[in-house]
Antibody, heavy 121, light 110 residues
Framework: QVQLVESGGGVVQPGTSLRLSCAAS????????MHWVRQAPGKGLEWVAV????????HYADSVQGRFAIFRDNSKNTLYLQMNNLRPDDTAVYYC??????????????WGQGTLVTVSS | QSALTQPASVSGSPGQSITISCTGT?????????VSWYQQHPGKAPKLLIY???YRPSGVSSRFSGSKSGNTASLTISGLQAEDETDYYC??????????FGSGTTVTVL
């Protein structure tokens, strides 16, 4: 079965960096675009970034553009999110999500359990 | 990149049907048939209910259905059940190859 397991969250100070990982299993990781989605405490979902199967296409939400970088290692079935210059409003649970099976870039059909990032001094 | 607009809350009695709207623009909801809907219980990851406006993934109850007219998509829950009481989000692909989520709707079963 499809499994996505995020790791790397924690408490960090504003202005610092953190790298999240998402280990994938149960499907052909290299065949699907992958996303990061976040949810601030008590708030709604916010899409963060997407990466294509060949890493040639990356897109970001305006709120993280220039500070976050999404990348993947298809040989390790792992997705990453490098987060730099973190701000308190980046505090959220970060989910990795798999592109839907039926139409490319249209939906998110499997999600991890999430990893909490807290940015606070 | 503003969130798609959803009503904050919708309520209904058991057995009734309710509809949640999701309003965007011609650059997202209205421009593509790439609207999806998610159900999220407290403390859990979201679950895909509807993709590509109207399609249900395998295993999702037929009580959930989706539609779209212009810049507004809708999720209808028929035969409302107690287990449906939770949060729902829409999402759409956009013309800049990014994605937007809706503001979220809490469904209450009276």
């Amino acid at each position: 079965q499809v499994q996505l397991v995020e790791s790397g969250g924690g408490v960090v100070q504003p202005g610092t960096s953190l790298r999240l990982s998402c280990a994938a299993s149960g499907f052909s990781f290299r065949s699907y675009a992958m996303h990061w989605v976040r949810q601030a405490p008590g708030k709604g979902l916010e899409w963060v970034a997407v990466i294509s199967i060949d890493e040639k296409r990356e897109h970001y939400a305006d709120s993280v553009q220039g500070r976050f970088a999404i990348f993947r290692d298809n040989s390790k079935n792992t997705l990453y999110l490098q987060m730099n210059n973190l701000r308190p409003d980046d505090t959220a649970v970060y989910y990795c999500a798999k592109e839907g099976d039926h139409t490319a870039w249209s939906s998110f059909d499997y999600w991890g359990q999430g990893t909490l990032v807290t940015v606070s001094s | 990149q503003s969130a798609l607009t959803q009503p904050a809350s919708v309520s209904g009695s058991p057995g009734q049907s309710i509809t949640i709207s999701c309003t965007g623009t011609s650059s997202d909801v209205g421009g593509y048939n790439y609207v999806s809907w998610y159900q999220q219980h407290p403390g859990k990851a979201p679950k895909l209910l509807i993709y590509d406006v109207t399609y249900r993934p395998s295993g999702v109850s037929s009580r959930f259905s989706g539609s779209k007219s212009g810049n507004t998509a809708s999720l209808t829950i028929s035969g409302l059940q107690a287990e449906d009481e939770t949060d729902y989000y829409c999402s759409s692909y956009t013309r800049t190859s990014t994605f937007l989520f809706g503001s979220g709707t809490t469904v209450t079963v009276l």
